[in-house]
Nanobody, 114 residues
């Protein structure tokens, strides 16, 4: 079973930046589209960004121009660079395939607050 480990979250002021990382075990990482998801308190989990096996990307409308998803298949790792963060970006962020088919990791908390 593939294991996902997210890291890089934290507390940041509005307008700040964070870079999230997600490391996946297993050798099947490179053939899968990978996504970053988030879940805010009291809300459903939503897909924020997805990157295909050949590097194509797509984003939630509210994060376009601010977030960038990337991947390093040699390291079985997917990244999410988040710039110009807003309080409404506050959530626990998770990675998984797109659409999600692996067990969820523990996620990483991102809090945007002054």
């Amino acid at each position: 079973q593939v294991q996902l480990v997210e890291s890089g979250g934290g507390l940041v002021q509005p307008g700040g930046s964070l870079k999230l990382s997600c490391a996946a075990s297993g050798s099947i990482f490179s053939i899968n589209a990978m996504g970053w998801y988030r879940q805010a308190p009291g809300k459903q989990r939503e897909l924020v960004a997805v990157i295909t096996s050949d590097g194509g990307t797509n984003y939630l409308e509210s994060v376009k121009g601010r977030f960038t998803i990337s991947r390093d298949n040699a390291k079985n790792t997917v990244y999410l660079q988040m710039n110009s963060l807003k309080p409404e970006d506050t959530a626990v962020y998770y990675c998984n395939t797109g659409p999600a088919k692996w067990l969820w990791g523990q996620g990483t908390q991102v809090t945007v607050s002054s």
